[in-house]
């Protein structure tokens, strides 16, 4: 079992920044694919961005090509998501998941970490 725990997520002018953390902890955490996915108010969670084992392969939702970027470091087993050119409808709590990839189900998630981007 994998435990994921986010940090980052706060208030943010349109436009602004932020970088999430995701650390993760238990058996054998950097062997598999992480990810990012997200709940706006009313809303499905949705597919942010999946980071492959060594970090070389990456996929983003259309909705944020260009302006979001995952990584990892699995020396600190750790999964970031620098968000950059925020907008209004990015405001959402953004969850942590493993594994993470197009077609796949995470079975673990974290608790979240709301970010709110203001007009």
């Known amino acids: 079992q994998v435990q994921l725990v986010e940090s980052g997520g706060g208030l943010v002018q349109a436009g602004g920044s932020l970088r999430l953390s995701c650390a993760a902890s238990?058996?054998?955490?950097?062997?598999?694919?992480m990810g990012w996915f997200r709940q706006a108010p009313g809303k499905e969670r949705e597919f942010v961005a999946s980071?492959?084992?060594?970090?070389?392969?990456?996929y983003y939702a259309d909705s944020v090509k260009g302006r979001f970027t995952i990584s990892r470091d699995n020396a600190k087993n750790t999964v970031y998501l620098q968000m950059n050119s925020l907008k209004p409808e990015d405001t959402a709590v953004y969850y942590c998941?493993?594994?993470?990839?197009?077609?796949?189900?995470?079975?673990?998630w974290g608790q979240g970490t709301q970010v709110t981007v203001s007009s």
């Open positions: 980071v492959n084992w060594s970090g070389l392969a990456t």
């Open positions: 998941v493993a594994p993470a990839g197009p077609g796949i189900s995470p079975s673990a």
């Open positions: 238990g058996r054998t955490s950097s062997s598999f694919a």
